[in-house]
């Protein structure tokens, strides 16, 4: 069976992990610490990155890399499950909404919230460890906004982010905004139309595995796992 | 004919311009400040990240939208120039190094020290513009050195980084050093292999045009277009 290398709560092994459940393979998971130095596993992934999918003799490093391989080579026998649209257009909003989740919102919403509330509770006072710094936490969560306002946007001229159909997009905007709701921090009652998007694709049975993930010592508030909240 | 919407000194514009070149594309070039808010750019690409390609109809975000479109659409007629090997292993390898500079070199090194060097000459004081901070780009030339080890790790073993070809991976190394070398920060005494590289892709007619390029008040070094440096 192929094993995916990565973090329960890192959004980039999270979008992969709902792409490989749409896609229909079952995958064992690897559990690898973002913050601790691993050499077996920067052997398969020298620059550290998560996560790594190893399949069938092959190891794709990255979210990137994997996105593009099970595009390539792993749909489903039946061909149904497509998380990217045939026509280059379509294919082009795919992928420049990949980038907005991966790079934008991470720069500017998960990626600070993931470093001040989790990371920092694992790093050594030397590398950074320490009480999450407020200002920084303050900003994050004044940044959400503009970026709900953006999904709600065009969930209401579209079914799904990049079109009719649920693509990787949705993937990936769904993987950050889910890591952001575990550390409690998503404004749901003041973005609606982004509601009804996330209420949709977190009752995909590709989203159980998500909802179950529990890190020591940092539960999520109830609403995290309910598909009612 | 195509144009692309990019910054001089932006890797990421680079880097396209760099694969449009191999691929025996002609495109008008936009220049578009990274640092100004430009109304009509932000209705091109909502998210304000360079490069986008606006060719045959079509509007591609951000470089990996594009590399992606080049490889799915953009071969010349002869088909020659392939910038990805036609194997899952090959294509896993060049994305997985596109990820290395594009994210790991770029978050280490060419990022912070655009920063500091040129970012901050063009924001107000409000905004982060001043000085370069003197301790963020000592850490940042210390990093470099790891990278160039790795280019030329790479390429003690292989003809270009991801294989015997050229490929997307090169261009995205090639993209992020050059901008690292307009800022006369590349130790090249220290990096013999990596030298040799970057010494045979400096010379490709694709590098030419990056060769000529030149911000006001901010000359690069003599070596940054010299092919014999």
């Not at 009652?189 to 020591?216: C, M, T, V």
Request: glycine share 8%; net charge negative; hydrophobic share 40%.
């Amino acid at each position: 069976m192929a094993r995916l290398h990565s973090f329960s709560l890192c959004p980039f092994s999270r979008r992969i992990r709902l792409a490989l459940a749409e896609c229909g393979h079952e995958t064992d998971l690897v559990s690898v610490s973002p913050w601790k130095r691993d050499e077996s596993f920067l052997i398969l992934n020298p620059s550290g990155a998560l996560p790594v999918l190893e399949t069938g003799g092959l190891t794709v490093c990255g979210a990137y890399a994997i996105t593009e391989y099970l595009e390539e080579n792993g749909q489903t026998e039946a061909g149904e499950k497509r998380l990217m649209p045939e026509d280059p257009a379509g294919r082009a909003e795919v992928r420049r909404l990949i980038s907005w989740f991966d790079e934008k919102f991470h720069a500017e919403v998960s990626g600070p919230l993931a470093h001040e509330k989790l990371a920092r509770r694992e790093l050594s006072a030397a590398n950074g460890g320490g009480a999450p710094d407020t200002t920084v936490v303050r900003a994050a969560i004044h940044n959400i906004h503009m970026h709900m306002n953006y999904i709600g946007y065009l969930t209401e001229r579209r079914r799904w982010l990049a079109g009719d159909q649920l693509s990787h997009a949705d993937l990936a905007a769904a993987a950050h905004v889910s890591v952001v709701d575990y550390l409690g921090d998503v404004p749901w009652e003041r973005h609606e139309a982004a509601k009804e998007w996330y209420a949709r694709i977190k009752s995909r049975p590709s989203f159980r595995g998500l909802l179950k993930d529990r890190i020591a010592g940092m539960a999520p508030p109830d609403s995290y796992a309910d598909l009612d909240f």
